[in-house]
């Protein structure tokens, strides 16, 4: 029984052939100087290859989807315990979690999944660029050895590559297209309200309202590709450096979101935000679950329900919670309903949180909040640029290049557990 993947492989090879046909009937109506189709029969025939390339396309689509569902599944799935070891317990529920949950409209368009990579064959091959389906792209210009994509359904389509791959997302962290310096008003306090008595005077009061701004910087990520995967591409090739890609810019992303410096070049991410909450874990290892708690305690001070709370930290804090036991030498009870955040993707562990804080060096972090409150504004155009100055390994270089800032509309949302040892 084929896979998913080969069944999309098929269909769209299948899709390709259709495209072809049509295309052979407006080139033949091109070559004869005619405006319209000869006879009944060539209408029929392209009409008909019209409504099954229409159909094989939704059918891709869904296949697609749930082949990207069955990749995260692979790519996030805890790792087995080596044979003979005892497994660590995970009734807290700290393994990842598969799909996306996301508080954004965005959606991308499955024929320009994996045009970056698409783009980069063209410019190295000299071919037009092609999408997903085999029909030429014209908003893209890959020429001299750049290319900049500006047309806004595959910029959204990038976008939405990015954030199907982004753990963040789970968590309710938003991704969407802006411009530079693009303003968005927040609410930073609310009106009193007064009961009333007969005759008393209502108290004037307003809302502040402020403003979140985005001010995009720049990131860029240079791939090496072996010219042999470029000459000779399968189908597979483009998925394979689209992936690639994305998950190098994921990875920075991530790390910028929580460490972002505010300088050379970097956004600001949540440990450098004006507002965000923070408490010191004064015992260095963990113990028990008492951080966490402290932590909840400080969001449900700010209104943010225990629904809404996400958990992000590192490896070694989700090792340190996990063997946790009690006196009895029992796994610990796990508060929060830890099971819960994980069925819902909203406890994730990454290497991007750093196990490096501290004098020493041996210090980490626990990241919680309402991530729906977090913001990833990405600009464009988005560029590509070849280089070949691996030409003697041969290889090509390409730069790929974006704008993206990070921001939060309620900073107090979120809350940072440190100082604690690993």
């Not at 790519?75 to 070891?85: D, T």
């Not at 874990?281 to 113990?287: L, M, P, V």
């Not at 691996?390 to 809350?415: C, E, K, P, W």
């Amino acid at each position: 029984m084929k896979s998913n993947q080969q069944r999309l492989i098929d269909l769209k090879h299948t899709m390709r052939n259709k495209i072809a046909d049509m295309r052979k009937i407006t080139d033949q109506m091109k070559a004869e100087g005619r405006g319209s189709f000869k006879d009944a029969k060539e209408e029929k025939r392209f009409n008909n290859l019209d409504d099954e390339i229409e159909k094989m396309q939704s059918e891709a689509e869904k296949l697609q989807r749930i082949v990207d569902s069955e990749a995260r599944g692979a790519a996030f799935q805890a790792p087995a315990a080596p044979q003979g070891a005892k497994a660590p317990d995970d009734s807290a529920g700290f393994m990842d979690g598969n799909g996306v949950r996301s508080q954004t409209n965005l959606t991308g368009d499955k024929r320009y999944g994996d045009i970056v990579a698409r783009t980069m064959i063209a410019m190295k091959s000299g071919n037009q660029v092609r999408d997903s389906f085999g029909a030429e792209v014209r908003d893209i210009t890959a020429s001299s050895g750049s290319a900049m994509i500006q047309n806004p359904s595959i910029q959204n389509s990038i976008i939405y590559s990015l954030m199907s791959n982004n753990p963040l997302v789970k968590c309710g962290a938003s991704f969407f297209d802006t411009t530079n310096h693009a303003v968005f008003p927040k609410v930073q306090a609310y009106p009193s309200v007064t009961w009333m008595t007969p005759g008393a005077e209502v108290q004037a009061s307003e809302p502040t309202i402020g403003a979140v701004k985005f001010d995009l910087k720049d990131i860029a990520c240079l791939v090496r590709v072996d010219n042999n995967v470029l000459y000779d591409s399968t189908p597979d090739a483009a998925s394979v450096i689209q992936e690639t890609i994305n998950r190098a810019i994921n990875q920075a992303l991530l790390e910028a979101a929580f460490a972002g410096t505010g300088t050379n070049g970097q956004p600001a991410g949540l440990d450098n935000m004006t507002g965000v909450q923070s408490l010191s874990h004064a015992n260095g290892t963990i113990e028990n679950y008492g951080p966490l708690i402290a932590g909840a305690k400080e969001l449900m001070k700010k209104n943010v329900s225990l629904n809404d709370m996400s958990v992000i930290l590192s490896p070694d804090v989700w090792e340190a919670l996990t063997i946790l036991k009690a006196t009895d030498d029992q796994p610990l009870m796990k508060p929060l309903d830890l099971g819960k955040m994980a069925a819902d993707e909203r406890l994730y562990v990454t290497t991007a949180v750093k196990d490096n804080y501290g004098t020493d060096g041996d210090q980490s972090r626990i990241y919680m909040g309402d991530f729906s409150q977090l913001a990833f504004g990405l600009g464009g155009p988005f560029s590509l640029t070849l280089s070949e100055r691996y030409s003697t390994h041969l290889q090509t270089g390409f730069l790929v290049h974006m704008r993206v800032d990070i921001q939060s509309y309620m900073a107090d949302n979120f809350v940072i557990i440190k100082d604690i040892t690993v």
